[in-house]
């Protein structure tokens, strides 16, 4: 269902970098935005501490419920020749714009990628020199809060009229290769739902994303197919005590304290938190740790992986199955009992939006190659979350474990109304 | 690894004072260890981000990004002799937090520097060396003051060592960190910077830190003179590290030493109902009955229970006494204070 394109006009800009002199860094908020929350958890997700920025812009479209905003995350001396150190180190920023919503209809969508690729210097340095040069040698005291900016006329072309996508793209995280941005930043334009997509990345962003980014979609150009493994933050080795000191009991607990009220927002000193700044991994760590640990054979995480099943001998050895060919139409699914069929709902497998994506009670897990057998793909779903989803493309190979079975599924064909699999199942 | 102390160290200063710097130079350091003391973040990725950044400074000259409103936060695993002894927990804020608002309007990162600070038990206040290259008398001491905000430093630890005392807690240890010190000239011949001069300068800007029972150590650390090469480089010899894993050794010697404290208090305590419930059973009616014989046997429990969790906290006074014992000599050169008074127990300050 399509939504019609009524949204209020104009983008209010968003400038989140500091001063020569002051370490505050909102220095404009929409109207009516509170700097913390939504935008806040998007810009720092994009910013991620500055890594990596060094002529790797990162690139920004989001939608919340009823904003969008488009920007850019880069070093400060993209956007300005004079407003970009603080004498010793060289600064980073975000600029961007947001537009909102309202009774009259959803937010306007934002440019094409290739076109903010191509003029953000010129787009976000003017916003940048327009909101930094009034305050950039001012004192910390009058830099306390952002100024309030209004929306204004969008500095890029209106982009001719698509419907919107009422269709809630698949949940979670994924990583996209560059050859698939444009249609990312694209599907994210046409989107009513909470979707981020930060385009971008020179590697892998570290961290969990914040909450209420909704579906993400991480642009890595490193990102080798269209997911990528992300190493997981696997501890250190420590060394072990050493065998002849005896073990200690367990520490005798502290003794007890007056709780102490925590600041609002705040987070517990004693827990390990983001390094860097915030990433956006999180969701995308669950997706990807599967391909991590299928392209090792079961150990990249650290983890143990499932144990194989040792070959049970049997006086006749039953015919392996055949392989069943099934094409799948956009927004139906694929079950597996009590054969592999398409249906219309209900099923183990969805298809959407060119995405294959895992049923709440299932385990779909993205396979190396594409011809896994019963007990590689055993290995590979076993203590896997379920409701994963990947892109379809052809030639892949995944694995699926539903309540009943397990199968090897391999993409033949993908277009935008069905794609086609070649299923090899198996009772569980 | 489940049972191992976990130490809070909270790190404050001006903005540009070098406290991201120090903490890839103190990583540096300990990683590869000082005198069998080595500090690993027990994040891979997060091992080699500080990696990456040391290398970025030491061969391109490249300093760290400024931290932004995102702290980075750090969970290093201490080892000692190879045994791994405590989960350090540390958070990189950016300068700014300091005299940031705080509250609905405010920033979040300020109310976390807060609420870290509150429950630490080690505060490094970070201070820029470049202030102090000349004496810091009346006459440049609030233009300092102004620019290390040591006067937000000592609002902020003033308030959390009011807070502990009124709730009975220990205080925290404190070390005053001087950065780039290589660029003071402790030993020309025109008229060099005398450590005690340097601590007296110190009593003035951060009174706080030499307040009533605070152990308070002076550190002087560096990274080296960073010399700029013509292809924009560093040169190699320029980048040395100095002292930059005392700070972190002094906070883990007197959380040592305040931890074997609390458990010699616990132990009393433990002594003293230990006392109380064999009086109890002395005091038990001499006819046997079943009621007597229960009360007995809910005694004798209450004995044994004791006995362990003496056992238990015996063996980790132990440790603490040893790590303590372990680690205060490498401090013999650290000025440390306790209540403004040089620390002669720690048996430090001769240099």
């Not at chain 2, 050169?333 to 403004?340: K, L």
Request: hydrophobic fraction near 40%; aromatic fraction near 6%; charged fraction near 20%.
């Amino acid at each position: 269902m399509a939504e019609a394109r009524t949204g209020r006009p104009g983008w209010a800009p968003v400038v989140y970098g500091r001063t020569r002199h002051a370490d505050t860094w909102w220095r404009a908020l929409p109207e009516g935005i509170d700097q913390r929350g939504w935008l806040e958890g998007v810009v720092r997700a994009a910013v991620a501490g500055g890594a990596g920025l060094h002529g790797a812009p990162r690139f920004v479209l989001a939608r919340s419920g009823a904003h969008r905003l488009v920007g850019v995350a880069c070093q400060a001396a993209d956007l300005s020749d004079t407003m970009h150190s603080d004498g010793a180190r060289e600064m980073y920023c975000f600029v961007g714009w947001v537009a909102s919503g309202g009774p009259s209809g959803p937010p306007p969508p934002g440019p094409a990628w290739p076109q903010l690729r191509d003029s953000y210097r010129s787009w976000a340095g003017a916003v940048y020199e327009r909101w930094m040069d009034p305050v950039w040698t001012a004192p910390l005291s009058e830099l306390r809060w952002p100024r309030r900016s209004r929306p204004e006329p969008a500095p890029w072309p209106a982009p001719p009229p698509r419907p919107f996508s009422a269709a809630p793209p698949p949940a979670g995280a994924e990583v996209v290769p560059p050859p698939g941005w444009e249609q990312t930043w694209d599907e994210a334009n046409d989107a009513v739902h909470p979707i981020t997509v930060v385009l971008g990345w020179e590697s892998m962003p570290r961290g969990a994303h914040p909450a209420g980014l909704g579906t993400v979609r991480l642009g890595v150009v490193g990102a080798p197919a269209r997911l990528a493994p992300v190493p997981a933050p696997a501890p250190v080795p420590v060394p072990a005590p050493v065998a002849s000191r005896p073990a200690l009991p367990p520490r005798p607990a502290p003794p007890p304290q007056a709780p102490r009220p925590r600041p609002a927002g705040g987070t517990n000193r004693l827990v390990p938190a983001l390094v860097g700044g915030g990433g956006l991994l999180g969701a995308v760590a669950v997706t990807v740790l599967a391909v991590g640990l299928s392209a090792s054979g079961g150990d990249a995480t650290g983890e143990t992986p499932a144990p194989t099943p040792s070959p049970t001998p049997s006086a006749t050895t039953p015919a392996p199955p055949a392989p069943v060919q099934v094409t799948v139409p956009r927004r139906g699914w694929l079950t597996l009992s009590p054969a592999p069929a398409p249906v219309a709902d209900g099923g183990d497998v969805g298809y959407r939006n060119r995405q294959l994506f895992a049923a709440e009670s299932s385990v779909l897990v993205m396979t190396p190659g594409a011809g896994a057998t019963r007990e590689r793909c055993r290995g590979l779903v076993a203590g896997r979350r379920a409701a994963l989803s990947f892109r379809a493309t052809p030639g892949t190979g995944f694995c699926l474990k539903t309540a009943t079975g397990l199968a090897a599924l391999v993409v033949d064909t993908v277009r935008d109304g069905a794609v086609t699999v070649r299923v090899t199942a198996w009772p569980l | 690894m489940t049972d191992l102390h976990r130490i809070g160290l909270s790190m404050m200063g001006a903005p540009g004072a070098g406290k991201s710097t120090y903490l890839l130079a103190l990583y540096a350091a300990l990683s590869r260890g000082v005198r069998d003391c080595t500090l690993h973040e027990a994040d891979r990725n997060a091992d080699v981000m500080l990696a990456d950044g040391w290398r970025d400074l030491g061969e391109r000259g490249r300093l760290p990004e400024p931290t932004d409103t995102v702290p980075r936060r750090h969970t290093f695993v201490y080892a000692r002799e190879m045994r791994p002894m405590a989960h350090i927990h540390w958070a990189d804020y950016r300068g700014g937090a300091l005299p940031s608002f705080v509250g609905p309007d405010g920033s979040p990162d300020a109310e976390q520097l807060l609420w870290d600070v509150a429950q630490a038990h080690g505060i490094m206040l970070v201070l820029d060396g470049e202030h102090f290259r000349k004496p810091v008398g009346p006459g440049r001491r609030e233009a300092v003051a102004r620019e290390t905000l040591t006067q937000q430093m000592s609002s902020v630890v003033t308030d959390a060592l009011t807070a502990r005392n009124r709730e009975g807690r220990p205080l925290p240890s404190v070390s005053i960190v001087i950065t780039k010190a290589d660029v003071i000239d402790w030993r020309g011949t025109d008229a060099p910077r005398r450590l005690t001069d340097l601590v007296e300068e110190l009593r003035d800007l951060l009174p706080a830190a030499f307040a009533k029972r605070v152990v308070t150590a002076i550190c002087p650390v560096s990274v080296g003179a960073l010399e700029r090469t013509a292809d924009g480089g560093v040169r190699p010899d320029s980048v040395s590290p100095t002292d930059v894993h005392l700070p972190v050794l002094f906070h883990l010697a007197c959380f040592y030493l305040e931890e074997r404290k609390g458990l010699d208090a616990r132990m009393e305590v433990l002594a003293a109902d230990r006392a109380a419930a064999r009086r109890e059973a002395a005091a038990l009616p001499p006819v046997p009955g079943r009621a007597t014989r229960r009360a007995h046997e809910r005694i004798a429990l209450r004995l044994q229970e004791m006995d362990r969790a003496e056992h238990a906290m015996k063996q980790w006074r132990e440790l603490c006494q040893a790590e303590a014992a372990a680690i205060f000599p490498m401090l013999r050169y650290v000025p440390i204070y306790e209540g403004g008074v040089l620390a002669t127990w720690a048996g430090t300050g001769r240099g």
